[in-house]
């Protein structure tokens, strides 16, 4: 029986439980989950292991990389930017960053790039992991590319290189890279880009998905899809090399806890305060969680709903309710809001999963979680 710590508010009993199926019947090894409701943190639970080659057991400041689930801290960093009045989403990207608009992209806005239409899910000429450890340089590469397909007509996925270009985006309007802002403003939540070095002795190790790695994603794919998801390739392990960690990949490297992504999730699903401090108005929440592309992803080859940075529930990944809002990460982590509910929720784990979106370990605990109010 796994040893599982933490706290449920009564009512929730049942998340606890399929907290605990979850190392029994669908394969945890280290994980943790956590539920804020109205403000109020109702479940923080983690348990299992974060490094099974020591037996290290999973804290409850285990760190851990969370890939793709970034890209919402990333959204909530534009939504406070956007608030404070130092950007527009509707304003071109050039406006900031004038390089931008080379190849055709000057009327790319910020609403845009966010939203996966840009058309630069991926570096034309060949690259190399050691590429995405020089953001400066990774996006000053993409500000001169020519877009994949005319922006603004289709949506595909940036698996990697919106963070880039999100990074030194905000670099051009907060003075800030992205990193330094996730630090100044989200370090106390335990939000992190890229692994603080004074963590790395206590985060969890990524285990690889059983049957699924990168490569299995490449077939008859179009150079858009190759660009974005074989360019290079990326192994599951990376996580664990400490150049990764060092990096900073606002897309695919964030490292934190489920406790402050459901903390963050929350605040965005209620009154965009934390402990009495603004973080962002409940009408700029709605902006940055307005529609701007829905359709069948470029790059994904599914269906999907992009707002400015954040995915949109239209398949009912985050639970019963149209309004919830999140990301999810490659193996299976999540993190999302629900304004109708008042609800964030988030769930971090160290075994990646075979599902690209939608793991059977986060769907039950969302379905326990909408069960038990």
Known sequence: MVNVSGTTAPGFEQVREVFIENFAERGDIG???AVVLNGELVVDLHGGVADPSSSRPWADDTLVNVWSTTKGVTAACFAMLADRGDIEYSAPVARYWPEFAAA???DVTVA???SHQAGLSGFRDPAQIEDFYDSEQAAARLAAAEPFWEPGTQAGYHAVTVGFMASELFRRTDGRRLREFVSDELGSLDIHIGLPRSRAAGA????APPTLNSSSLIGDLTPAQIAALANPLIDP?????PAWQAAEIPSANGFATARGLARLYGALASDGQIDGTHLVSPATVRAATTEQFR?????????ASWASGFLLNSSGVYGPNGSAFGHSGWGGSFASGD???GIGM??????????LIGDPRAMALIRAVYSSR
């Not at 988030?346 to 599902?355: E, P, R």
């Open 31 to 33: 994980a943790a989950f």
């Open 104 to 106: 055709g992209k000057q």
């Open 112 to 114: 845009m790039l966010l």
């Open 204 to 207: 969890a190790t990524m285990l």
């Open 237 to 241: 392990l990376a996580p664990n090399d």
């Open 295 to 303: 359709g069948v992803d470029a790059v994904l080859g599914a269906e």
């Open 339 to 341: 304004p109708e509910a």
């Open 346 to 355: 988030a769930y971090t784990m160290n075994q990646m999963g075979t599902d």
